[in-house]
Structure formats: C-alpha cells, structure tokens
C-alpha cells in the first residue's frame, strides 16, 4: 500500500502529507452549466426572480463553497485562497439556453486548488437551480469537469476534449 498516498499502512484512507512540498502558485479553472427552458432564460437576464438577481447569488455561492471545501469534502487540505472568480456565458440556440458556468481558483500553496474550483462549479450551478426551481424543476445541471491547473509537483493540465467558448 505505500504506492498510495491517499493510504496508511493498514490500508485505511488518510489525509496526505503535504507538509514537505514547495508552495507554489496554484491555479485551476472547473466549468459547469445548467440549462433552463425559454422562461427562466428570460427572467434571469431581464433580472426577474423573485428571489433575486440569480447571477449575483450564485455568483457569491460559488465563492463561498469554494472556501469551504475542505468542509464538504473529507481529505481535502483546508487552503487559504489568493483568488476566485466566478462567470458566466450563455449559448442559446431555437430550443435550448444553456448557462455556462467557469470558476477561477488561485492560491500559494503546497497543494492544488482543483476541487476548490469544481466546488465552486457544483455549488453555483445548485444555486442557480434552487432560485429557479419554482418555475421549472426540469432544469439539468451539465457536465462538471476541471478545464486547466497550473502549478505544483504533477504540473499543468489542459483538457483536450471541450470546446472553448
């Protein structure tokens, strides 16, 4: 079991040692998207939930889960974070409006800010869904995947299989 970091010697998961690994600057980009019918699509942009301006709050949600991520998932290190960012663009076609949904993450540290950044991802995409979801409970959340890092031991990663925006 010494191959695995994530074990200790009797084969139980373990949070991992970062304790020896260099701080360095730490960035990675997760996206998300969420698509809603013609209605909510409208009254998103003409800024007319009732709840509020969906954008603004899920913007704000995403950041907060980002800093809390260590809280919702069990190994991960809790990190002080330099930077997030939320945005969002829409693809609208005839019968589809898909909100797409990228979160910026940076720090200085000894370890990634990945699932900060996928966090982030999921908990905007959630909260846009939970603001909406008076009007249409049909909404799905897409696909979540991490876009890019940038920095530490393992290097940078680009994925190759999404289209950019």
């Given at each position: 079991?010494?191959?695995?970091?994530?074990?200790?010697?009797?084969?139980?998961?373990?949070?991992?040692?970062?304790?020896?690994?260099?701080?360095?600057?730490?960035?990675?980009?997760?996206?998300?998207?969420?698509?809603?019918?013609?209605?909510?699509?409208?009254?998103?942009t003409q800024n007319?939930?009732?709840?509020?301006?969906?954008?603004?709050?899920?913007?704000?949600?995403?950041?907060?889960?980002?800093?809390?991520?260590?809280?919702?998932?069990?190994?991960?290190?809790?990190?002080?974070?330099?930077?997030?960012?939320?945005?969002?663009?829409?693809?609208?076609?005839?019968?589809?409006?898909?909100?797409?949904?990228?979160a910026f993450v940076?720090?200085?540290?000894?370890?990634?800010?990945?699932?900060?950044?996928?966090?982030?991802?999921?908990?905007?995409?959630?909260?846009?869904?939970?603001?909406?979801?008076?009007?249409?409970?049909?909404?799905?959340?897409?696909?979540?995947?991490?876009?890019?890092?940038?920095?530490?031991?393992?290097?940078?990663?680009?994925?190759?299989?999404?289209?950019?925006?």
């Open positions: 079991m010494s191959n695995f970091t994530h074990f200790n010697e009797q084969g139980r998961a373990r949070m991992v040692d970062i304790s020896k690994k260099d701080e360095t600057e730490r960035i990675a980009v997760a996206k998300s998207s969420i698509f809603v019918n013609q209605e909510i699509y409208k009254k998103i007319q939930i009732d709840k509020g301006d969906v954008l603004a709050v899920a913007q704000v949600a995403g950041v907060m889960a980002a800093k809390k991520t260590s809280d919702w998932i069990p190994m991960c290190h809790p990190l002080q974070l330099k930077s997030i960012d939320i945005s969002f663009h829409w693809s609208v076609s005839d019968t589809t409006y898909e909100l797409g949904i990228e940076k720090t200085k540290g000894s370890t990634g800010v990945e699932m900060e950044a996928l966090t982030a991802a999921s908990a905007t995409a959630l909260t846009i869904y939970d603001m909406c979801k008076a009007i249409d409970k049909g909404m799905v959340i897409g696909n979540t995947y991490l876009l890019e890092k940038k920095g530490g031991k393992s290097g940078d990663y680009l994925r190759k299989d999404t289209e950019e925006d």
